[in-house]
């Protein structure tokens, strides 16, 4: 694998991080299956680039593009928790409705940004070319992330999250509001994912309506294979493993479709990315296994 294409799957493998550090807060610290990620992604995408062709700052592009993946990540939880339709029922609707929502925010199918400035031609020094500036830029957004949300889920707020998830009787106990706790958690988790999606925008040169499709599973394969790198229930490790996951799939990914004796294609990203995850899904069940014979 040649430098550009390991730095290309550092890159994706960094940015997919942030929607892998949401679908964490959903999938595990609420236990909220959300397939809105596959409509927030491009929902990101969409309204940075949207702003960025009609010349507004790209940095207020981008947290316009949190906002807006909050709000869809908002309307799922609100859809559960007033309206008490089912989780995972309400997550697809709202998956289905931001299809259009995006076509709206376009115009069109696509948005291009060939020529127009963004955060990485902002923050690139001259003397670095952009293949390696972008993530360099990238590894300090996601440490930043990282280290946020690892302070706020030690706060009595995350806490009340995390329980809320854990165990929602108790901690209405307990006194939380839980209902409450499940918006702002779909919130956070939906923003991160509508921050990647701006990201992913800037970086590819573009929005496309099809750029969302397959997100949560790539966001759950890297949970899972973080998971399986380093198990632990600590928050600060556990978001830890999931960055580490998301750029070892990625890398792993790269790496396949990179070498020839394999035969790979583009076209084949799935069959691989479904191959991985089985292989993820399977390791911690192999190592059971072999520690219950080792009893």
């Known amino acids: ?51 960025i062709a009609n010349g507004t700052n790209p940095w207020i592009a981008t947290l316009a593009a949190m906002a807006a993946g909050a709000a869809a990540g908002l309307i799922t939880g609100w859809l559960n928790v007033k309206l008490k339709i089912m989780d995972l029922l309400a997550s697809i609707l709202i998956m289905i409705a931001l299809y259009s929502v995006n076509l709206r925010i376009m115009g069109g199918p ?36 990282k280290l946020l949300l690892d302070w706020f889920f030690a706060t009595e707020r995350g806490l009340a999250i995390r329980a809320t998830g854990s165990n929602a009787r108790m901690a209405r106990a307990q006194g939380v509001n839980t209902g409450g706790m499940v918006l702002l958690g779909m919130a956070i988790s939906n923003a991160l994912v509508g921050l990647a999606g701006a990201l992913f925008a800037q970086t590819q040169g573009g929005s496309d309506i099809s750029m969302g499709i397959g997100t949560i599973v790539i966001g759950l394969a890297a949970v899972i294979v973080g998971e399986s790198i380093l198990p632990s229930r600590r ?14 799939y990625r890398f792993f990914i790269a790496a396949a479709l990179n070498s020839d004796f394999i035969g790979l294609k583009a076209q084949d990203l799935n069959l691989v990315t479904a191959a991985l995850v089985t292989v993820a899904l399977v390791i911690p069940q192999i190592k059971r296994k072999l520690s219950n014979r080792k009893v």
């Open 110 to 145: 696509n948005v291009p940004l060939i020529n127009d400035t963004t955060l990485f031609t902002l923050l690139q020094p001259e003397s670095i070319p952009d293949y390696v500036a972008r993530p360099m830029v990238l590894f300090v957004v996601v440490v930043l992330v």
């Open 235 to 248: 928050i600060a490790w556990a978001t830890l493993a999931v960055v580490v996951g998301a750029i070892v």
């Open 1 to 51: 694998m040649s430098l550009f294409s390991l730095l290309g799957a550092v890159e994706i493998g960094l940015i997919f991080s942030l929607v892998a550090l949401g679908v964490y807060i959903s999938f595990r610290l609420l236990r909220f299956p959300d397939l809105t990620v596959d409509g927030s992604f491009p929902l990101g995408g969409a309204v940075c680039a949207i702003l």
